[in-house]
């Protein structure tokens, strides 16, 4: 299994919602990292754990929450976003915090 | 400060070879990587290089390393239609608790 799986695929939320994007994978990689993607940009981080420990936000705005509740799920949670946080939001997993990325397909976000 | 640096575009018919060039900045880095993005999906590993490696190559992908000049490129040889896509050449710093370092990407165009 080489899969990096990222649900919803698709998420459209109000500015007062409250909503959760959900990463997973079976790969044994211990960092898992956040990207922010906005139409054909490169991917931004956001955030990364390695061995289930925050180890870098990339000066995030509290309104994203993230959370990896064991080595093969991470989390990102929504609160009172604004309409130009609307992106792809990439889930990325890695080996250690210096081996190559896999990246899921993404969560499209729409804030409306 | 870091950087990595891509033509924004390319264009190609279809069975010519295409070039992607990049540079980047930081001699430290250990991996250096493309990735593929295609319309609405996430980011695909292409291939990577080693950075004590001047060539790779994987079927109809060459990757070329010029070490002193911090410079990259990737040759798709019988360049196809379904190759249109983004392409992101990456860093990989060379220190526990970084994250990849993309370019702005290259956009392939291949015609008919």
């Known amino acids: 299994d080489t899969e990096v799986t990222q649900t919803p695929k698709h998420l459209v939320m109000g500015m007062t919602n409250k909503k959760s994007l959900k990463c997973e994978q079976h790969?044994?990689?211990?960092?898992m990292y956040w990207y922010k993607q906005k139409a054909k940009k490169p991917p931004e981080l956001m955030f990364v754990?390695?061995?289930?420990?925050?180890?870098i936000n990339e000066s995030v705005p509290s309104r994203f929450s993230p959370e990896c509740p064991n080595s093969s799920l991470l989390n990102l949670h929504l609160h009172a976003l604004q309409p130009e946080d609307s992106a792809l939001y990439l889930c990325?997993?890695?080996?250690?915090?210096?081996?190559?990325?896999?990246f899921g397909e993404g969560s499209r976000l729409t804030v409306l | 400060g870091e950087d990595v640096e891509q033509s924004l575009f390319l264009s190609v018919r279809e069975g010519d070879s295409s070039v992607i060039n990049c540079t980047y900045t930081?001699?430290?880095?250990?991996?250096l990587y493309w990735y593929k993005q295609e319309p609405g999906a996430g980011l695909q590993l292409l291939t990577y290089?080693?950075?004590?490696?001047d060539m790779k190559q994987d079927q109809r992908l060459t990757v070329l390393l010029n070490k002193k000049d911090k410079h990259l490129s990737l040759r798709i040889a019988d360049t196809q239609t379904g190759d249109s896509a983004i392409y992101f050449c990456?860093?990989?710093?060379?220190?526990?608790?970084?994250?990849?370092?993309f370019g702005k990407g290259t956009t392939l165009s291949v015609s008919s």
């Open positions: 990325a997993s890695s080996q250690d915090s210096l081996g190559e990325l896999f």
């Open positions: 790969m044994g990689h211990r960092a």
């Open positions: 754990y390695s061995y289930e420990k925050l180890s």
């Open positions: 930081d001699s430290s880095s250990t991996y």
């Open positions: 290089i080693f950075s004590n490696m």
């Open positions: 990456a860093e990989r710093p060379n220190q526990a608790g970084t994250a990849l370092i």
